[in-house]
């Protein structure tokens, strides 16, 4: 009865919330909404909510990258946020949200890791992104980017110093540096139709999910295919320029939030 429904108004050209195919719902974004992180965000969209929080502290690089910085993204699934998470570890799921989110940042080069390198080799800024849904209602990898970059927007670096190979902290601190604003924009696949942020009902009977990271320069940064249905050429090619479109209004509403 669900995909019925949800088909035969697609079919129209109108979803069963009001909006057309190619309509987000509202947005809300509020930063700095917690006292004892370095940054973090709330982001509704729609009745979906995400709250990210950034922490940043100091580590030893990744050997393969001994002069940047390190960034680690987490997405934690609350049970209060849908009666369909269960506690416990990550599942294939959060894992897969942590990672879109992270790629995002990582391949648009938002931040200069090498900027935050201490002592190469020895100590580098590592930047603790957690994830944590509030309410789920569909469309979690867009709103939990967008709460992402929202708390790196906000995030306050505590700077070091590196005296005789030794890190040693300031008391003092500075905005973190962001160089660019990648925006991630998911398309849904529902019987031939393509539509964007996909409500959890829609999520339920959609055969294929596709998410499209784009820069500040109009580029693509990174992919996100997951479902069992495939995807035309011509569906993909709809789908980035979706995303080509949508993403400038979404990174308008984080600059002006």
Known sequence: MKRKRIST???????EDGRGLMDFRKIVIKKGILEKAEGSAEVWLGDTRVIA???????????????????????????IASPT????????TSIELARVVDRGIRSSEAIDFEKYCIIPG????????????LNYAGNLIDASAL?????????????????GGEVKP???????????????????????????????????V?????????NQEGNICALQKSGPEGLTLEEIRKAINIALEKAPEIRKLLMES
């Open 9 to 15: 108004a697609l079919a129209q050209g109108k979803r």
């Open 53 to 79: 929080g950034v922490k940043v502290g100091v580590g030893e690089p990744y050997q393969d990258t001994p002069n940047q910085a390190v960034l680690t993204v987490n997405a934690e699934f609350t049970p």
């Open 85 to 92: 998470f269960e506690p416990g570890p990550p599942d294939e």
């Open 122 to 133: 020895k100590a580098v800024y590592v930047i603790f992104i957690d994830i944590c849904i």
């Open 147 to 163: 709460a992402a970059l929202a708390a790196l927007q906000s995030t306050k670096v505590p700077k070091y110093v590196a005296e």
């Open 170 to 204: 300031l008391d003092a601190s500075e905005p973190l540096e962001l160089r660019d604003l990648p925006i991630a924009v998911t398309v849904g696949k529902i019987d031939g139709s393509l539509i964007v942020d996909p409500t959890a009902d829609e999520e339920d």
């Open 206 to 214: 959609m055969g294929t999910r596709f998410t499209v990271t784009v």
